[in-house]
C-alpha cells in the first residue's frame, strides 16, 4: 500500500473504502481552526495582563483573525476547486501552524495580531476544503450522515476550546494556547496526504478573479464595518469601511450576474432551499457567538471560575451537540429540513429566553439548562443547511459551496460578538454607572470600571488592596488616635470595594438578560423568516440525484483521461 494517497476521488469506480478514516482528519482540521477562536476567549485575560493589551487591542487580536478568514474563503475556495482541494488544505494548515509559532513567539500586541491574521488566511483555505472535499469523498447517500459528523465538531469545537485553554493555562501561559495547534496541525497534514483522496474539479473554467477580488473587498470591508463601528465608534473608518462594502457589493452582484463563469453564481439566492438556509447558518451564529462571548465572561468573573473550570462548565453544550445531530440525523429524512430547522432555531430562541433570567443571585446551576438547550439547537438546524447548501453546487464547484456556508457562519459570528458584544457594553456600563453613582469614587476611575466587567472588579480590587494597605499601616502604627483613623479608612474602603465588586456583578448579570433579551427576539423573527423560506418536506432539491452524480463523475474521469 502506498505512504501517500494519489488516486483521485473521480477516477474511483466506487465509494472510497477509507472515507470515514478521511473524515476523521477534516473533522481534526476543522476542530483546531474553530478552537482557535474560542480558546482565545479564556487566554484573553492572561494575554492582556501580560502585553498591556488596551481594550481595542484586545478587539483586535480577537478579529484579526475573523478578517483575513471571511474575506478570503471565497476566493481560495474557487482555487482549490480549480487546482486541488487537498492541496489547499495542506497548504492552510502549514499556513495555520506558520501562523500559531509566531502567535507563542510574540511580544507586543503588533505581533499577536499579525499572527492571528496569518492563521485566519490558513484558516480560510482549511474551512471549504475540509467541506469540499467530504463532499467529493462521500457518495450522496453518506454525504448527510457526514456532514452531521462534522456540524457536530463543529459544536464540540466551540466548547472544547475554553477547556483546552483552560488545561493548559493552569500550567502554562497564554502563548501555550497558540503552540498547542502546531502538534495537532501536523498530524492533520500527515493525515490528508495519507488517508484523504486529491480531488479538484474535472472540467473548470478560468477563475473570475475579478469577481474574486470584489469578494474580498466587500466581504472583508463588512466584517472590518462589524467590528470598527460597534466596538470603536461609528467613525470615518466604520463609515468609510461600510461605505466600500456596499459599492464593493453592488460591483461584485453586476459583475457576476454578467460574467459567463462567475466565482458564485448570486442567482443562487433566488432559491428559497438555498437562501434560508445561509440565513439560518447566519443568525444561528449570530446567537451563538454572541452568548459564548458573555457566558465565558459570566463564568469566569462574576461567578470567579478559573479558566479550566470555565472550559470544564460549557461541556453539556459539546454533549448536547452531540445529541441534536442524532436527532436531526433521525428526523429530517421523515419530517424534512424545514421542521427540524425551525424545531433548532425556536430551541436556540428558548435558551436566549432562558438567559433573560440571569441576575446577581445565578449560579452556575442557572446556565446547564440554556447550554444543553443551545447545544442540541445546534446540532438540529445547522446539519441541514450545510447540506441544503452543498447539494446546491455541482462537483466542480464544491470549494465555493463550502465557502458560502463557511462565509454565513463567520458573518453571523461576527455580527453576533460586534452586536451583541456592543449592546452587552453598553448596558454594562449604563447599570454600572446607576449603581455605583454614589459609590464617591472619581469619575475617571468609575469610567475605567464601566469599560468592561474585568476592568471593573479590577478597580474593585484596588479599592480592596488600597484597604489592605491601610490596614498593615494601621497594624504598625504606635499613636492610637491614629491607627483609629487608619482602621476607619480602611473598613470603609473595604465597604467600597465590597460595595463596588457587587454592582459590578449586579450589572452585568442586568447586562447579559438584557442582551440575552435581544438576542432571542432577533433569532426568534428570523426563525419566522427561515421557516416561510426553507420548502416542505417532499419538495426536490437542486441538487443532482445519485444517478446525476454518477453520471458526472464519469464526465470527469473521461476529461480527465
Same mark, same amino acid.
Given at each position: 500500500?502506498?505512504?501517500?494517497?494519489?488516486?483521485?476521488?473521480?477516477?474511483?469506480?466506487?465509494?472510497?473504502?477509507?472515507?470515514?478514516?478521511?473524515?476523521?482528519?477534516?473533522?481534526?482540521?476543522?476542530?483546531?481552526?474553530?478552537?482557535?477562536?474560542?480558546?482565545?476567549?479564556?487566554?484573553?485575560?492572561?494575554?492582556?495582563?501580560?502585553?498591556?493589551?488596551?481594550?481595542?487591542?484586545?478587539?483586535?487580536?480577537?478579529?484579526?483573525?475573523?478578517?483575513?478568514?471571511?474575506?478570503?474563503?471565497?476566493?481560495?475556495?474557487?482555487?482549490?476547486?480549480?487546482?486541488?482541494?487537498?492541496?489547499?488544505?495542506?497548504?492552510?494548515?502549514?499556513?495555520?501552524?506558520?501562523?500559531?509559532?509566531?502567535?507563542?513567539?510574540?511580544?507586543?500586541?503588533?505581533?499577536?495580531?499579525?499572527?492571528?491574521?496569518?492563521?485566519?488566511?490558513?484558516?480560510?483555505?482549511?474551512?471549504?476544503?475540509?467541506?469540499?472535499?467530504?463532499?467529493?469523498?462521500?457518495?450522496?447517500?453518506?454525504?448527510?450522515?457526514?456532514?452531521?459528523?462534522?456540524?457536530?465538531?463543529?459544536?464540540?469545537?466551540?466548547?472544547?476550546?475554553?477547556?483546552?485553554?483552560?488545561?493548559?493555562?493552569?500550567?502554562?501561559?497564554?502563548?501555550?494556547?497558540?503552540?498547542?495547534?502546531?502538534?495537532?496541525?501536523?498530524?492533520?497534514?500527515?493525515?490528508?496526504?495519507?488517508?484523504?483522496?486529491?480531488?479538484?474539479?474535472?472540467?473548470?473554467?478560468?477563475?473570475?478573479?475579478?469577481?474574486?477580488?470584489?469578494?474580498?473587498?466587500?466581504?472583508?470591508?463588512?466584517?472590518?464595518?462589524?467590528?470598527?463601528?460597534?466596538?470603536?465608534?461609528?467613525?470615518?473608518?466604520?463609515?468609510?469601511?461600510?461605505?466600500?462594502?456596499?459599492?464593493?457589493?453592488?460591483?461584485?452582484?453586476?459583475?457576476?450576474?454578467?460574467?459567463?463563469?462567475?466565482?458564485?453564481?448570486?442567482?443562487?439566492?433566488?432559491?428559497?432551499?438555498?437562501?434560508?438556509?445561509?440565513?439560518?447558518?447566519?443568525?444561528?451564529?449570530?446567537?451563538?457567538?454572541?452568548?459564548?462571548?458573555?457566558?465565558?465572561?459570566?463564568?469566569?468573573?462574576? *461567578? @470567579?471560575?478559573? %479558566?479550566?473550570?470555565? &472550559? #470544564?462548565?460549557?461541556?453539556? $453544550? =459539546?454533549? +448536547?451537540?452531540?445529541?441534536?445531530? /442524532?436527532?436531526?440525523?433521525?428526523?429530517?429524512?421523515?419530517?424534512?429540513?424545514?421542521?427540524?430547522?425551525?424545531?433548532?432555531?425556536?430551541?436556540?430562541?428558548?435558551?436566549?429566553?432562558?438567559?433573560?433570567?440571569?441576575?446577581?443571585?445565578?449560579?452556575?446551576?442557572?446556565?446547564?439548562?440554556?447550554?444543553?438547550?443551545?447545544?442540541?439547537?445546534?446540532?438540529?438546524?445547522?446539519?441541514?443547511?450545510?447540506?441544503?447548501?452543498?447539494?446546491?453546487?455541482?462537483?466542480?464547484?464544491?470549494?465555493?459551496?463550502?465557502?458560502?456556508?463557511?462565509?454565513?457562519?463567520?458573518?453571523?459570528?461576527?455580527?453576533?460578538?460586534?452586536?451583541?458584544?456592543?449592546?452587552?457594553?453598553?448596558?454594562?456600563?449604563?447599570? *454600572? @454607572?446607576?449603581? %455605583?453613582?454614589?459609590? &464617591? #469614587?472619581?469619575?475617571?476611575? $468609575? =469610567?475605567? +470600571?464601566?469599560?468592561?466587567?474585568? /476592568?471593573?472588579?479590577?478597580?474593585?480590587?484596588?479599592?480592596?488592596?488600597?484597604?489592605?494597605?491601610?490596614?498593615?499601616?494601621?497594624?504598625?502604627?504606635?499613636?492610637?488616635?491614629?491607627?483609629?483613623?487608619?482602621?476607619?479608612?480602611?473598613?470603609?474602603?473595604?465597604?467600597?470595594?465590597?460595595?463596588?465588586?457587587?454592582?459590578?456583578?449586579?450589572?452585568?448579570?442586568?447586562?447579559?438578560?438584557?442582551?440575552?433579551?435581544?438576542?432571542?427576539?432577533?433569532?426568534?423573527?428570523?426563525?419566522?423568516?427561515?421557516?416561510?423560506?426553507?420548502?416542505?418536506?417532499?419538495?426536490?432539491?437542486?441538487?443532482?440525484?445519485?444517478?446525476?452524480?454518477?453520471?458526472?463523475?464519469?464526465?470527469?474521469?473521461?476529461?480527465?483521461?
Amino acid at each position: 500500500m502506498r505512504l501517500v494517497m494519489n488516486e483521485p476521488v473521480e477516477g474511483m469506480e466506487g465509494p472510497y473504502r477509507r472515507r470515514w478514516w478521511a473524515l476523521l482528519v477534516l473533522c481534526l482540521s476543522l476542530l483546531i481552526i474553530v478552537m482557535a477562536n474560542t480558546a482565545l476567549t479564556v487566554a484573553a485575560p492572561a494575554m492582556t495582563e501580560d502585553l498591556g493589551l488596551s481594550s481595542a487591542d484586545l478587539q483586535w487580536v480577537i478579529d484579526g483573525y475573523t478578517v483575513p478568514y471571511a474575506a478570503l474563503m471565497l476566493l481560495l475556495g474557487a482555487i482549490g476547486d480549480k487546482y486541488s482541494r487537498r492541496g489547499a488544505l495542506v497548504l492552510g494548515l502549514v499556513v495555520f501552524a506558520g501562523g500559531a509559532v509566531s502567535g507563542y513567539l510574540a511580544d507586543s500586541s503588533t505581533a499577536v495580531i499579525a499572527a492571528r491574521a496569518v492563521m485566519g488566511v490558513g484558516a480560510a483555505l482549511i474551512m471549504p476544503a475540509t467541506l469540499s472535499l467530504l463532499a467529493a469523498t462521500f457518495p450522496r447517500a453518506e454525504r448527510a450522515k457526514a456532514i452531521t459528523l462534522w456540524t457536530a465538531t463543529a459544536g464540540l469545537a466551540i466548547a472544547a476550546g475554553p477547556l483546552v485553554a483552560g488545561a493548559l493555562l493552569e500550567n502554562h501561559g497564554w502563548s501555550s494556547s497558540f503552540l498547542i495547534n502546531v502538534p495537532v496541525a501536523a498530524v492533520a497534514i500527515v493525515g490528508a496526504l495519507v488517508l484523504v483522496p486529491p480531488s479538484k474539479a474535472g472540467h473548470h473554467d478560468r477563475i473570475d478573479h475579478v469577481g474574486g477580488l470584489l469578494s474580498v473587498v466587500w466581504i472583508g470591508a463588512l466584517v472590518y464595518m462589524i467590528i470598527e463601528g460597534p466596538h470603536f465608534g461609528w467613525g470615518p473608518k466604520a463609515i468609510g469601511a461600510a461605505v466600500v462594502a456596499a459599492v464593493a457589493l453592488l460591483a461584485f452582484v453586476l459583475w457576476e450576474l454578467r460574467h459567463p463563469h462567475p466565482v458564485l453564481d448570486v442567482r443562487r439566492f433566488t432559491d428559497r432551499r438555498f437562501a434560508g438556509s445561509n440565513l439560518a447558518v447566519a443568525l444561528f451564529f449570530l446567537a451563538v457567538f454572541g452568548a459564548f462571548y458573555y457566558l465565558t465572561q459570566h463564568l469566569q468573573f462574576v *461567578l @470567579g471560575h478559573d %479558566a479550566l473550570d470555565t &472550559g #470544564l462548565r460549557m461541556l453539556p $453544550l =459539546a454533549g +448536547a451537540v452531540f445529541v441534536g445531530s /442524532a436527532l436531526t440525523a433521525y428526523l429530517t429524512p421523515r419530517v424534512g429540513m424545514r421542521w427540524t430547522v425551525t424545531a433548532g432555531m425556536v430551541g436556540g430562541t428558548a435558551a436566549l429566553a432562558l438567559l433573560t433570567q440571569v441576575d446577581s443571585t445565578s449560579s452556575y446551576g442557572d446556565f446547564v439548562a440554556p447550554l444543553v438547550v443551545l447545544g442540541v439547537a445546534i446540532g438540529l438546524a445547522l446539519s441541514p443547511c450545510t447540506d441544503a447548501i452543498m447539494g446546491a453546487f455541482p462537483e466542480s464547484e464544491l470549494g465555493v459551496g463550502g465557502a458560502v456556508n463557511d462565509t454565513s457562519l463567520e458573518l453571523g459570528g461576527s455580527l453576533g460578538i460586534a452586536i451583541l458584544g456592543s449592546l452587552l457594553g453598553t448596558s454594562y456600563s449604563d447599570h *454600572l @454607572g446607576d449603581a %455605583a453613582s454614589g459609590s &464617591g #469614587l472619581p469619575a475617571g476611575t $468609575l =469610567a475605567t +470600571a464601566q469599560d468592561s466587567v474585568g /476592568a471593573g472588579y479590577a478597580v474593585a480590587q484596588g479599592v480592596a488592596d488600597k484597604a489592605r494597605q491601610l490596614g498593615e499601616q494601621a497594624a504598625q502604627t504606635t499613636d492610637p488616635q491614629q491607627a483609629a483613623q487608619l482602621r476607619a479608612q480602611a473598613a470603609q474602603l473595604a465597604e467600597n470595594a465590597r460595595n463596588m465588586a457587587d454592582s459590578v456583578g449586579s450589572s452585568f448579570a442586568d447586562a447579559v438578560a438584557h442582551t440575552s433579551l435581544v438576542g432571542a427576539v432577533v433569532l426568534g423573527v428570523g426563525t419566522v423568516l427561515v421557516a416561510v423560506l426553507l420548502p416542505g418536506k417532499g419538495t426536490p432539491a437542486p441538487a443532482e440525484t445519485e444517478a446525476e452524480e454518477g453520471a458526472g463523475r464519469e464526465r470527469e474521469r473521461s476529461e480527465a483521461r
